[in-house]
C-alpha cells in the first residue's frame, strides 16, 4: 500500500478541478451545464484537450475501432496485463459537467500523480475513455465499452440512427476519419482489472457525509420503447367518442404502468423520459406517440417478472389505438469481483476514508467491461443526488478524494506480487 | 319551393365531379392531395380556370381589393341584396381536393343549374371565393372574408409574411395586377344572405348515413398552454418516491382535464395535441413538459365554465411538481341566423335529404360573414372524418346532394314575396 498511498498523495486537487472546468466549456450550456454528445465536433475537441495532457504525463495514445480512446503508461513489465480505468466523455443533452467526463479525468490525474511522484507501477496503467456511453444520441448506450467487452459486435449497431437520421456507422467513420493521426489498436485485450471512478448521481453519500461509496454492482436495466397508434384527425370536428388519440392511449399506458410497477419499498424505478407526438399540432388529434421506457431493479426475478408484463398491461387499456412494444436493451444485475471490492474498500481504509458500500442505481460502462474483467467502481457524492442536470456539482475536494482512492486501489492491483 | 326545385334538378353530379378533380390537378400532391396555397401562380391557375367556366355560364367576373374573385348573375330586380355563395380555392399544405374548393365549385354548380333550367331568380346571385382562408401561408386565416366583412381592415394584414419573407401586401398586389383585366368591385357591400357549402371535415354525417348537415353555428374555442415543472435527475439512481416527474405531472394533469371535460352528450372536445418533454432523454426524469389544450363548445357558458376550471383542476393533481396555465386563444360561439337556417333545413326536407343539425367544429369563412349578413352552412359527409390531409374524401354523389341543397336554399332567399 506504500506505493498507493504515495501515488495518491501526488494527486493534485486543482489540477483536476481546473481540467474539468475547462472541459466543461466545450458544450457548455446555460445554468453550468454541458451538452457534448458522443462522436461530434464537441466531443473531438474535447478528446483532443485530453490527449495534449496525456501526452504530456508521458502517456502514449490510441483509438480502437469503436473510437474508444486509449491512454497507456508502460509499466516495470511491459508484457503484464494492464491495470485499466476511465469513463466516458459525453454527455446528456442538458447533462453537468461530473457524469462520465470525472471518471476519465481521474484516470489522467492517476497518470499525471504517477509521472509526478516518479514512481512505476509493475503493470502497465492504461485509463480509456469508452464511446457513446449516455445512449441519448444514438442508443442504446455503453456501444464502446459492449463492443470492447465482446458483447455486441460493433456492426450491430451500424444502422442506429441519431435524431437527424445520421447513422452511427457513419458518425463513427467521421470520428475515426478526423483521429487518423493516432494509432489504432485492436478492440478488446487482455486486461487484470478495471476500476471506474464516477459521481454517485444519487442522494446517499452526501446524505450520510461520506467521502466515497464502494460500489458493488449494478442494478439491472429494462428499455423499452413504445408506439401507441391512432388517427390523426380535426380537433374541432372529431367527437371524442369517435377518436382513436394515440394521446389518450399513450396516457393510459402510462398510467396501467405506474400501477404495473408501483412498489412499496421504493426499490423498483421506472421512468418515462422521452414523449414524442405526431403531427404533434394543438389543434390535430394525435395519431402516433413514441414513449420509453427505463425499469430498473437490482433483483434479476423482479426485473423478469415485471418487464416481461408491460406489454400485457399496455394491451389492456389501449384500445381503441393500437400499441407496440419493442424491448431495446437490457442488462441483468451485476455484482462486481469481491476481491477487487474487498481490495479498494482496503484502499480507503488506508487513505482514512469514510466509505460505504453501496450498489450502483445509474448504469455504467463497468457494467459491460465486467462480463470480460474483474472490475469495480468507486462513487464520489453528488450534491443533492442530482444528475444529467445542469447543476449537477461535486466540490474540488470530494472529487480528489475519489481520484487518491482510485490512484491507491489501482497501484495496488498493478503488484505483481508472485 | 318550386323554382328551388327545378334548379336543384339541374345540377350535374358529374359536371362538378369532373371539374373538381380537374382543380385537383393544379397542385397535386402525392396520395390525391392538393398544395395549392393562397396568392401563388398555382392558385391564379385556379381562379383563371374557374373564371372560364363562370363566363361559361353567363356570370360577369370581377374581383375586390382583398382579391376575393366573384361571379355574378343578374336576377329579374337588378338592384335588389344578391343572395351570396362561396368558400376558398386555397388548400393546406398538405391538403386534400375537397375543403373550400367544394364550396366554390358548388356556387359555380348552381350558376350552370341556373343557365341550364333557364330560371331567372328575383335576386342577383353572386359566388365568392375568399382569399387566404387556410391561413397557412399567411396567418391568420379567413383574411379575405375578414376584410370583406369589416371584421378588420385590409391594411392590418399588411406586414404579414410568409415562410419566405414575403410580406402579404407584395403578394396581393401581384395577385392584382395578375388579373388587372378584371373589372375591380368595391370591398364590402349590401348581402341578402350568405350560404356557405363545405365538407363537414369531421365523421358525423357519415357515420349516421345522413346527407347534409343543416349548419347552426360555429363552436367556440379557447386553447391554452400548459407547463409542467419538475426536476430532472437520473432515471437510475433517484428513487420514486424523491422525484418531481414532471411527465407523470402531466399524466395526472391529462387524466384530470379528462374527467374536468367528460361529456356523456359528446358535444364537448377537449385535444392534447402537442406535448413536448425537456431533457426527453430515455434515462432523465422529466424536468419540464409543455402540452398544449384545445378545447371547443357551441355553448358559450359551457366553454367558459369548463375553460375557466383549467387551471384549478390541474392544481389540485399536480404536486410535488408545479404548474403554469396560460390561455393563447379564444373565440365565442357563433349562432347562425335562426330563420335561414331554417329555410336551409326546408329546402332539405323538399329535396328528401337526410339531414341533422349540428354546429361546425372548425372555422369557417362564413364565421366572419356571419358578422354582416345573415349567414348559415351546408355540410357534405367527409368520408371517415379526415381532413386538412391527402386523403380527404367525399363522393360524387354526397357533393351532389350538398349543391342541391344550397341551389334550392339560394332559390328560396332569392325570392321576394312582398
Redesign the interface.
Known sequence: MDQGLRLAAAVSETRQWDRLMRLARIGAIAGDGVNRQALTALDREARRLMIAWAEEAGASVSVDDAANLWFRVEGRLADAAPVLTGSHMDS???GGRFDGMYGVMAGLEVLCALKDSGETLDRPLEVVAWTNE???RF?P?CMGSMAWAGVKPLAAFAETRDAEGVRFADALAEQLAAEADLPRRPLGGTVHAYIEAHI????KLEAEGLDIGVVTGI?G?R?FTVTVMG????????????RR?A??GA?RA??AL?TLTA?PT????????????E????????GMVRF???L?HPDAAVLAEKGDAIAESIARVIAPCDAKVEERFSATPLRFDPELVASVQGAADALGLRWALMP????HDAQLVASAVPSAMIFVP?HK?????PAEFTSATQLAAGTRSLAASLAQQAKITK
Do not use: K, Y
Request: glycine content about 12%; cysteine-free.
Open positions: 446528456q443533452p442538458a449516455e445512449g441519448s442508443a448506450g454517485e448521481q444519487g442522494p442494478q436495466s428499455w388517427d390523426s384527425t380535426h380537433a374541432g370536428t372529431t367527437p371524442v367518442s369517435l388519440d394521446m389518450q396516457v402510462i398510467m405506474n412498489d421504493d426499490v423498483l424505478r421506472f421512468t418515462v423520459g422521452s414523449l414524442v407526438v403531427p404533434g399540432s394543438s389543434n390535430s388529434v394525435a420509453t421506457i427505463d430498473r450502483s442505481g445509474a448504469f453528488s443526488g442530482i444528475s444529467h442536470n
